[in-house]
């Protein structure tokens, strides 16, 4: 077992006796229906450039196959086939609630090259050096146990092959610490409760982020499980954060 960081104990129900895995899909599951609606209000809708930027990240690497980790509603997926054309884009998720919304989503929009499967991240059900590229939006956090997430990730990404990770991190100027601390204290997880009748998932973001190992620890962290010519890139005065490696190719 991998060493646990304190970010991995962050737990949704606090007075549940499920594993996180187990409450995080749970969670999913719960609000799955309003999740996008959800994204979309609570952002203003500048998530969906947060996503477009990461995946200039893959723009010059042009990747052939990808795999999209936590997946969730396939957002990312569905851009990805829309801005780097790939043959096959695969999307792996915990919560089969997410994957059967992400489903109907490809199936609207006609596309034939993403599958997305239930499977865990932390037990990748794929050979090594099976992807060009790996990405994972706002799904790190969630992580059971980010060391062996990322372990695993590393382990199917082809040699020469890229990570590119979008997820929310904390502002640090001074001016802008207090409305977003009332933001992600008190707005989000009301209008989580209003909406998706769920406050615990909204105090759970805001809860994970807060103890989340951003920036150049996160940084760190890529690097001690192999990932070289790794890279930070803020976003939106730090509420987001882009992290980028490389997979050695020898």
């Known amino acids: 077992m991998e060493k646990q960081l ?20 749970q969670m999913f599951d719960a609000i799955a229906g309003r999740y996008d609606l959800l994204n979309r209000l609570l952002s ?16 010059t690497s042009n990747p052939r196959t990808i795999l999209d980790v936590a997946t969730g509603t396939a957002d990312l997926a569905i851009m990805a086939e829309k801005y780097l054309h790939p ?21 609207s929009a006609g596309l034939t090259n993403i599958e997305l499967i239930k499977g865990d991240s932390e037990r990748i059900n794929f050979p090594e050096n ?3 590229a790996i990405t994972v939006s706002f799904g790190v956090r969630n992580f059971e146990n980010l060391n062996s997430g990322l372990k695993e990730m590393y382990r199917v990404l082809k040699p020469g092959g ?30 989580g409760k209003i909406i998706s009748k769920n406050q615990d998932a909204y105090q759970y973001l805001n809860d994970s982020v807060q103890v ?21 890139t803020v976003l939106s ?13 020898n």
Not at 166 to 185: D, H, R, W
């Open 6 to 25: 304190p970010h991995d104990s962050v737990v949704p129900f606090k007075n549940s006796s499920l594993s996180k895995k187990e409450q995080v899909a």
């Open 44 to 59: 203003g809708g500048i998530d969906i450039y947060w996503r477009k930027r990461a995946l200039r990240e893959l723009k």
């Open 87 to 107: 043959d096959k884009i695969t999307g792996i998720d915990i919560s089969e609630g997410m994957l059967e919304l992400g489903r109907k989503k490809i199936t």
């Open 130 to 132: 099976s992807f060009d």
């Open 162 to 191: 890229k990570l590119v990770v979008l997820e929310f991190s904390k502002p640090k100027t001074t001016a802008f610490k207090g409305i977003y601390k009332l933001y992600m204290n008190v707005v989000a997880p009301g209008v």
């Open 212 to 232: 989340f190992p951003e920036g150049q620890d996160f940084i760190n962290i890529l690097e001690q499980t192999g990932f070289g010519e790794t890279a930070l």
């Open 237 to 249: 005065w730090g509420i987001c954060s882009i992290y980028t490696g490389i997979k050695p190719a």
